[in-house]
């Protein structure tokens, strides 16, 4: 059991995640911008992030770089939900370690599953 | 052919003069050989008299004034007219005795004394200007001893024609006389086809023409005008040559200024800014789009090299390619760069002289203005990525909820309920943007053609209004229409506007607030026709009211983007107003509410219709 951030402003999105995730056993907090879930993070640990890219104010990629740099959470899993790889996102996730992208239109179990090996792999490295 | 008049008399009366200078000095010669002839024979008979007499004895040679004596003897004797005097004197002068021609005084000179001297002649000049006289002198000597002299005078003869000879001489001045003519036509017909060839030449000359001479000769004049004619031929053929050479030149300098006229009226009219360097890198012409391209005027850059002039260094180094010191590209070359805010793209295209192994002879750089097609691009690949984002969220829910429906929470009955609903709204979100998207195209592109009808507009205005606002109504808000009772037809395609007023509508809904007020009125303007949406919602901030109506753009602001919408509505209402040949106009406060008017005109097709 892990406790995850989930960040999107859609709250379709952010219901249905929760669902899945809680089903798999984990404790889910959502965050609706990047100023709500950087408080989530500053208020209490969180073993993994899940978050949109597009969303009102920051983005998901200003609020990965704050987490990184900010927090200093540098080895929590961040999962980076877009509709699109583009070539600038790719360049600019070489500065960061344990983060990956989700691609739109995003399938549940196999986010849950992703996000379950990347918590294994953390755990036998630790 | 004849000499001139002129010339003739002149060479006749020189031919005549001519004569008459012979006859003179012919004359006058003779008179000279008279004259010294005479001298001889006056010598000859004075010499043999004086030594005649000098043999005589003094005795009977003085015998005194009145006796005749050897003296009378000799003056009788000879028949010479030039005879002066003859004289015997002593040695000291005295005269012993003397016979003398009438009117001749003897004059009295000493002879010499030295006696190598005493036999001798002199010449005796007269003091009062009559004739000279020429005396011949001798000693008489005897017992070994001077007693005397003998002087024997002579008039010296003058240059004169003895009348006696005047027949002689007559007729020789008449020979020469009657020659002068005949020597004349003589010459005359020996030089008549020289003055023929002269005055041909002479007419050549001034017509300017090149033509064989024709005269009438013999001989070597024959043989010179033959020669002479060869050579006018080969000159004519060789001015011909030079001639027609001239001809082909000047055609071709003429093709080649036309060529380069043509050359350089088509790189002027250019759309690009067009620049020709040569081959040292010099820049040889510049058209006029210089200047609005490179920022240079096309005076400025003339005969200069391209670092002299060019601000951008990148484009001075790839010019360097073509155009430098070292080893030069043979193939042409693109480079795109920034340059006071415009895109360019420049094309370096080396000039190479026609025909196999030809030489570069310079360089030809084209730079276009791409900044259009450059943002084109831009915005293709930004509303690529946001229609992707744009379908991709609905679709993203609709996986997600559905692969929900299929796991344990599907068992839920509420659950269901609200996955249902979820994928309904989010399908209807779906078709709505796609729809829009197709219209928006539909419209750019021009496929789609306007289907104008006559439309009542307070009757349509009311259906719109009553369509859209039975979902708002839900939410507690008023709506007012203010239509004037007599408002005018419209002709505009209906199921468009209604799409556009719709749009408005849904807009002035969505970001009211929940007890806010929602009014759609017309206003005649004469001319034009305003359809006017007003709000009590959050309001367009300045900054966005530039760009609400592009394609795709969302608020940043978080009021705005909890309402949901994918950036196309305004952007199609815009799309739809322009091809009506109307506009779009906004006026709002942000946090009280939003005007949107819709200006029409009443008639007439729309410049942007007739595409």
């Known amino acids: ?126 | 052919m004849r000499l001139g008049s002129g010339q003739g008399e002149r060479f006749g009366l020189l031919l005549i003069g001519s004569a008459l200078l012979v006859i003179l000095a012919v004359t006058g010669l003779w008179a000279r050989h008279q004259r010294d002839a005479h001298l001889e024979q006056n010598r000859v008979q004075g010499v043999s008299l004086v030594r005649l007499l000098s043999r005589i004895p003094l005795a009977r040679l003085a015998t005194g004034p009145n006796l005749q004596g050897p003296l009378q003897v000799m003056r009788h004797s000879q028949g010479n007219p030039d005879f002066a005097y003859g004289t015997v004197v002593d040695p000291e002068g005295k005269t012993l005795a003397e016979v003398a021609a009438a009117g001749v005084i003897v004059p009295r000179r000493p002879l010499p004394a030295e006696p190598s001297a005493w036999l001798g002649e002199r010449l005796l000049e007269s003091a009062n200007g009559e004739r000279a006289i020429r005396e011949f002198h001798a000693p008489v000597i005897e017992d070994g001893r001077l007693v005397a002299h003998v002087r024997v005078g002579f008039l010296e003869p003058g240059l004169a024609v003895a009348f006696s000879e005047l027949p002689a001489v007559g007729a020789m001045a008449l020979l020469i006389f009657l020659l002068a003519p005949v020597s004349y036509f003589l010459l005359r017909r020996e030089v008549r086809p020289l003055a023929q060839a002269n005055l041909h030449i002479q007419r050549l000359l001034e017509g300017q023409r090149l033509e064989p001479v024709q005269i009438e000769a013999t001989g070597a004049l024959a043989e010179f005008a033959e020669r002479f004619n060869s050579m006018l031929n080969l000159a004519q053929s060789r001015v011909r040559e030079l001639e027609s050479g001239k001809m082909d030149l000047l055609a071709s300098s003429k093709v080649l200024a036309y060529r380069t006229s043509r050359m350089e009226s088509v790189l002027a009219s250019l759309p690009d800014a067009a620049l020709v360097l040569d081959e040292t890198g010099a820049v040889s012409f510049a058209n006029a789009r210089v200047e609005a391209l490179l920022g240079v005027t096309p005076d400025a850059v003339q005969g200069q090299r391209i670092g002299a002039w060019s601000p951008d260094p990148a484009l001075v180094s790839f010019l360097a390619l073509y155009a430098g010191d070292g080893p030069r590209l043979a193939r042409p070359q693109t480079l795109d760069l920034e340059l006071g805010g415009k895109h360019l793209r420049v094309g370096a295209h080396p000039l190479v002289a026609p025909g196999p192994g030809g030489q570069t002879t310079g360089t030809l750089v084209l730079a276009r203005d791409v900044t259009t097609e450059h943002l084109a691009v831009r915005n293709q690949a930004e509303f690529v990525a946001h229609v992707a984002h744009e379908l991709k969220a609905p679709l993203n829910v609709l996986s997600m909820y559905s692969e929900t429906l299929l796991g344990k929470d599907g068992e839920s009955e509420d659950f269901r309920i609200e996955a249902c609903n979820v994928i309904q709204d989010e399908v209807e979100r779906l078709s709505s943007l796609v729809n829009t998207m197709l219209s928006i195209a539909r419209l750019e592109t021009g496929t789609a053609t306007l289907e104008r009808q006559r439309v009542r507009l307070g009757e349509f205005l009311r259906d719109v209004l009553e369509a859209v606002s039975r979902g708002g109504q839900r939410a507690g808000l008023r709506f007012e229409l203010n239509v004037p009772n007599e408002t005018p037809p419209l002709f505009v395609d209906k199921e468009l506007l209604r799409v556009a007023v719709n749009n408005l509508l849904t807009n002035a809904i969505k970001y009211n607030r929940s007890d806010g007020t929602v009014e759609l009125g017309a206003e005649d303007r004469g001319e034009s026709v305003v359809i006017r949406v007003r709000d009590t919602g959050i309001g367009v901030t300045p900054d966005e009211r530039a760009r609400i109506f592009d394609k795709f753009y969302r608020s940043e602001r978080e009021e705005a983007r909890a309402r949901g919408g994918h950036g196309l509505g305004l952007a199609l209402v815009k799309e739809i107003v322009e091809r009506h040949g109307g506009r779009i106009e906004v006026e709002s406060t942000p946090g009280e509410g939003s005007e949107f008017r819709l200006i029409l005109r009443k008639t007439g097709a729309s410049a942007k219709e007739a595409r």
Not at chain 1, 9 to 30: C, F, K, N, Y
Not at chain 1, 65 to 80: D, G, K, N, S, T
Not at chain 1, 82 to 104: G, I, P, Q
């Open chain 1, 1 to 126: 059991m892990a406790r995850i951030l989930v960040v999107d402003d859609e709250p379709h999105v952010t219901r249905v995640t929760r669902m899945a995730l809680e089903r798999a056993g984990h404790e889910v907090v959502v965050a609706g911008n990047g100023e709500e879930a950087l408080a989530a993070l500053e208020a209490g640990a969180f073993e993994a992030m899940v978050t949109d890219i597009t969303m009102p104010g920051m983005t998901g990629l200003e609020l990965c770089e704050r987490v990184r740099h900010q927090l200093e959470l540098e080895a929590m899993p961040i999962f980076v939900v877009t509709s699109r790889v583009e070539d600038e996102f790719r360049n600019w996730a070489r500065a960061f370690s344990r983060l990956e992208f989700v691609e739109k239109p995003l399938s549940l179990r196999r986010l849950v599953a992703r996000l379950e090996a990347s918590l294994a792999e953390e755990k036998a490295t630790t």
